[in-house]
C-alpha cells in the first residue's frame, strides 16, 4: 500500500514542549481516516505535521517520517511549497481571502502558481465549486467577495479553493465545528462523495462526525495515539480502556 | 446603585463622551473657517499662477511654491515610502525578535526627533556635501520624517490581517514571499494607505526641516539640485513681513495647502480603492 500515508516514529514540540510521542499509523488511499481526541491532544498538530504547516508557526519542530505515495515529506531537500500543492488543507474557520471575489478566492492557488490563462482558471474553478458542492449556489455571484457567503457556503469555497491545485490528499481541521448542523452535514456529503477522489484525514472533536464519515478512527490523548482501526471497531469494541472511556463520554 | 441613578449616571456620561468626540473636531472646524474668513478673498487664479510680485506691487501669486511643495512631498514619498513599507512589512513579519525591536524603538525615538534637527541632519547629509540648498535636500528631510509614520502604521497593519489567511495561502503550496505580496499586503492595503496619508499631510506642512535645506525660492526652481519654494516657507516669510498684502497671501497659502492635502488623500483613497475591503 504505497498510496496512503504511513507516518513513523513522528515527534512535534512547541519551544521545547513535546507535544507528540512517536506516532506510527499507516491511512489507507481514497479513503477517510477521521483523528479524534479531547482538546490539546496534539490531533490538530498531528494533521499540521501531513503537510509541513507545523514548522510554519515560530519555534515548532518535528522530527520522524512521513511518507506519502512513498515519499518522505522530511527528508533533505523537499521543499515544503511543493509538499502543499499536492497536500490541501481546510481549516477550523472558513478563511477565504477577504479582497478576492469568490472565483479569485478558487483560482488563487492556480494564479500564484503562475496559471494566466483566463480558460484554464475558468474551467478550473468551475471544476472545483462543482466538487465542492457549492457551483449551483455561487455561479451566478462569481463576482462577489468571498466573505459575503455564509458560513457553510464560505468553508465550501475554501474546500473548494484547496481542490482547485488537483491535491492528491485533504486534510480537514475540525472543518464544521463553526458551523450549524445543517451546514455541517452538506460538508460531511461532501466528504463521502470526496472519497472516492483523494485521500482524507479529518480531525474533529464530534465523535458522531467520526464514526458518519469515516472507514478508519485514530484516538489521540495527550499527545500519543492510543488506538487505531477500522471506525465501527473503534466505537462498538474498544481495545483500550482510555479509549473505551472517552467515546462512552467518561471524561473529554 | 440604584436603577434610576444609574440611568442617570448613563445618560451623563453618554452626554460627556459626545462633548468629547465634538471637541475632537471642534479645532479643524475653527482653523477651517479662520482660513476662510482670511485668506479666502486674496485665493483667485493668480494666486495659481503667478510668481510673487516684488515688495511694493499688489497681486502675484504662489504658483513657484504649489509647484514646489508638490514636487518636495512627491521626491519625499519617492523616497520614503518604499523605505518604510517595506521596513514595516519586514517589522511584522520577521520571526527575529531582537533586530525588530531594536529597529521599532528606534523608529519611535526618530518620530519624536524635533523637525528643525532633522533638518540639520540634512543639511549635514545632503547641503554641506553638495554645496548649495536644493529640492533634494528638503526631500530627503522630509522623507526621514515620513519614515517612522509610515514604518510604525504598516507594521500595525501588517500584523492585523489575521494569521489564518496566511496559513491559509501557505496551505495552497503559494511560496511566503508571495504570500505576503499577493495576499497580506492587498488585504493591508487601506490600513497602509491611512498611514501614508498621514505621513503626507504631516510633512506637507513642515516648515523647519526646509529652512536650511530647500531654502525658498522666490522664482520658479530650475533644477532639483538648486533651491526650491515651499508653501510653508512662503507662508512664514509673508506672516513675519510687515505688509497687510502679504499677511491676506500668507492666509491664502494655508488654505491652499489645506486644500492640497485634503485633495491628495481623497485622490489616493479613491485611486487604491480596492473592490471589496481588507483591514482599516
Known sequence: ???????????????????????????????????????G??????????????????????SGTVLVEGENLYAAGVDPVQVRRRIGMVFQRPNPFPTMSVFDNVAAGLRLAGVRRRADLQ??????????ALWDEVKDQ???SGVSLSGGQQQRLC??????????VLLMDEPCSALDPIATARIEELILELRSALTIVIVTHNMQQAARVSEATGFFLMGEMVEFGVTRALFTNPRDKRTEDYITGRFG | MKPAGRRVVNVIMAWLTALAAGAVILPLLMIFGFLLFQGASAVNVDFYTHLPKPVGEDGGGMANAIVGSLVLVGMAAGIGLPIGILGGVYLAESRDRRLPWVVRFLADVLNGVPSIVVGIFAYTLVVLPMRRFSAFAGAVALAVIMLPIVVRTSEEI???????????????????????????????????????????????G?????????????????????????????????????????HRQAWAGALVLIGMVFVVSLAARLATRGRFSGVR
Request: include cysteine; aromatic fraction near 6%.
Open chain 1, 159 to 168: 474546500i473548494a479553493r484547496a481542490l482547485a491545485v488537483e491535491p492528491t
Open chain 1, 1 to 39: 500500500m504505497i498510496d496512503g500515508i504511513r507516518v513513523s516514529a513522528l515527534n512535534a514540540w512547541f519551544n521545547g514542549v513535546h507535544v507528540l510521542h512517536g506516532i506510527d499509523l499507516t491511512m489507507a488511499p481514497k479513503a477517510v481516516t477521521a483523528i479524534i481526541g479531547p482538546s
Open chain 2, 158 to 204: 501588517v500584523r492585523l490581517v489575521p494569521s489564518s489567511l496566511r496559513e491559509a495561502a501557505l496551505a495552497l503550496g503559494i511560496p511566503e514571499w508571495k504570500v505576503v505580496l499577493r495576499v497580506v499586503l492587498p488585504t493591508a492595503r487601506a490600513g497602509i494607505i491611512t498611514g501614508v496619508m498621514v505621513a503626507v499631510a504631516r510633512v506637507a
Open chain 1, 123 to 132: 474551467e478550473a474553478v468551475e471544476r472545483a465549486l462543482r466538487q465542492a
Open chain 2, 206 to 246: 513642515e516648515t523647519a526641516p526646509l529652512l536650511f535645506t530647500a531654502f525658498g525660492n522666490r522664482f520658479w526652481h530650475q533644477r532639483l539640485d538648486q533651491p526650491i519654494a515651499a508653501l510653508p516657507l512662503q507662508i512664514l516669510a509673508y506672516a513675519i513681513a510687515p505688509y497687510d498684502d502679504w
Open chain 1, 142 to 144: 462569481l463576482d462577489k
Open chain 1, 41 to 62: 491532544c496534539g490531533k490538530s498538530t498531528f494533521i499540521r505535521c501531513l503537510n509541513r504547516m507545523h514548522e510554519v508557526v515560530p519555534g515548532a519542530t518535528v
